[in-house]
């Protein structure tokens, strides 16, 4: 079945420091594949996404391509902000296909960024 | 834009009581969801419902169950709560198309 995989948490950097968050997944087709972000006491909301591969998805200066040759999703970011501190999870989904009554999701990783 | 609102945010339960968590959204959303959110669990989903008068279990469906009597709504309940569903849930919904999720800010459920 399908799965996400991202990098284990948690993980502290200093502001400005470069960021790279891992997610690889596993699935059929061709799945969307999603970043979402939590702040603290809020729910989730989309940070980028990528419907098809080689897209790059980005928002708030956070960067991730759609590489179907190595199943990955990673999560970049060039100088990260103490306002950046939540957790984000990696996500796929297929619209419309087989298996589109759900996302699965990886167990997130918890980012906190120190001035 | 309201967009995905879960009542009540908090709550405090005994062990055998029940209760239920309300999702309302105001998107015209086709599915809805539930989740529950454990510390080093990520998200897993309770139950879903692709539609007005259906509903389907996820990965953790016991000792929950939901409705979507409305379109808009769709309710989670917990007939006789038990410590091990002291948790934060979350309800979300999106369309069909883009397969974007729209979240709620969560419900925090604590069972004593």
């Known amino acids: 079945g399908d799965s996400v995989t991202q990098m284990e948490g948690p993980v502290t950097l200093s502001e400005e420091a470069f960021l790279t968050i891992n997610c690889t997944y596993t699935a059929t087709g061709y799945p969307s594949l999603f970043w979402y972000v939590q702040y603290p006491g809020e729910g989730l909301q989309l940070l980028l996404k990528?419907?098809?591969?080689?897209d790059k998805g980005s928002n708030k200066g956070f960067e991730a391509t759609y590489r179907k040759e190595t199943t990955s999703f990673h999560l970049e970011k060039g100088s990260v902000q103490v306002s950046d501190s939540a957790v984000y999870f990696c996500a796929l989904t297929h619209p419309g296909g087989a298996g589109a009554n759900n996302l699965f999701f990886g167990t997130g990783t918890r980012l906190t960024v120190i001035p | 834009n309201a967009g995905v609102t879960q009542t009540p945010k908090f709550r405090v339960l005994k062990t055998g009581q029940s209760m239920t968590l309300l999702c309302a959204q105001d998107m015209n959303h086709e599915y809805m969801y539930w989740y529950r959110q454990d510390p080093g669990m990520g998200l897993r989903l309770i139950h879903y419902s692709v539609g007005e008068g259906t509903t389907a279990k996820g990965e953790v469906p016991d000792g929950y169950n939901v409705s979507r009597l409305k379109k808009q709504n769709f309710l989670l309940g917990l007939e006789s709560a038990a410590p091990s569903q002291t948790s934060v849930y979350f309800c979300a919904s999106r369309t069909s198309v883009t397969g974007e999720l729209f979240f709620g800010e969560g419900s925090r459920l604590t069972v004593l």
């Open positions: 990528a419907t098809k591969a080689d």
